[in-house]
């Protein structure tokens, strides 16, 4: 069993005579829920190896260390084996470039077979003891990139960083139509449509929702158009609402399109670039991934289909 993920830092000139409290959020940028999880566990806040009180006085040279990763839990999805595609990872996190369809969380519908069941089998096999912490989401029928903390002081760190220039996303979209103008943005607020559990709707009571949009590409018939997407918020569905909004609804989307059979369970919309901030480090991570195959195909099948030229 690997040894939970542990914080250090060696006491300074400038730290010298502060509590360690204060070192913990200042320095080591921990949460106050953070701080009570180190202090439920065993050897969760120590000077030199040794247990201290939140309010302990430190002296240059020491060594404060504090558990962030998980402690083991109960309550956690039934670990499943499953394919995962890694990208990138390290003690703090995982980015994954998620199949579709694939659901992230179980439910009724789907209770085994998701990406969170998919993630604890691999931490399993790895003798990691964690949770499941997804920070940026993606519904069953998209794919593409998308971060999981290995611990919760991870995952806090990287959701205040969403929807800032911290935290970057950038989503390809094979749609119906060509939007008017190529680009622009879509500014409108989504609410969930009364009555329903899953769809939302544009609708004057909602939250407010902006999507910036491109087109990279059409088709020679201009009836299929690539677009490039990026998000100032984060709404259930929002860039599939805003799209159907604009009569450019994503192909093969069965909720707010139509539904294809060249895209089985899935719709053609695609997570295809990360960038962000290292939670711990602070580094900048860049990551992406190309259009699938059946995708790009997309663009150009309408082209290909009905009548003689």
């Known amino acids: 069993m690997q040894v939970p993920r542990r914080l250090h830092l060696t006491i300074g000139e400038e730290q010298e005579g502060k509590r360690v409290d204060t070192l913990l959020r ?28 939140s309010n302990e006085i430190v002296k240059r040279g020491q060594v404060l260390s504090v558990q962030v990763g998980d402690s083991p839990s109960d309550h956690l999805p039934l670990p499943r084996e499953g394919n995962l595609s890694i ?23 789907y209770p085994l077979d998701t990406l969170a069941n998919h993630v604890l089998y691999y931490y399993q096999t ?7 912490h997804p920070v ?15 611990h919760a002081h991870a995952h806090e760190r990287l959701a205040t960083m969403l929807h800032t220039p911290l935290f970057e996303r950038r989503y390809l979209a094979v749609c119906e139509g060509v939007p008017e103008p190529s680009e622009g943005l879509l500014d409108a ?4 449509v009364p009555g329903e559990v899953l769809r939302r709707e544009v609708r004057w009571d909602g939250a407010p929702a902006r999507t910036h949009y491109q087109t990279l590409q059409t088709n020679a018939k201009k009836t299929r158009s690539l677009l490039s997407l990026t998000l100032e918020t984060g709404r259930t569905h929002q860039i599939r609402v805003h799209l159907s909004s604009i009569s450019c609804p994503i192909v093969g989307d069965f909720l707010y399109g139509t539904e294809t059979e060249d895209l089985p369970d899935r719709f053609a919309l695609h997570s295809s670039e990360l960038s962000f901030c290292h939670p711990i480090s602070g ?10 195959p059946e995708l790009s195909d997309l663009l150009y099948e309408s082209e290909n289909t009905g009548g003689s030229p």
């Open 26 to 53: 200042h320095e080591l940028h921990l949460s106050g829920s953070a701080v009570r999880r180190a202090k439920r566990v065993p050897l969760g806040i120590t000077l030199d190896g040794v247990v201290v009180y």
């Open 87 to 109: 990208c990138y990872e390290d003690e703090d996190l995982l980015v994954l470039n998620k199949a579709a369809p694939l659901a992230v969380h179980p439910s009724p519908t």
């Open 126 to 132: 790895m003798g990691l003891s964690a949770d499941f």
């Open 136 to 150: 940026s989401r993606l519904d069953r029928g998209t794919s593409g990139l998308m971060v999981v903390a290995k």
């Open 189 to 192: 607020p989504i609410g969930r």
């Open 283 to 292: 580094k900048r991570l860049h990551f992406d991934v190309t259009l699938p």
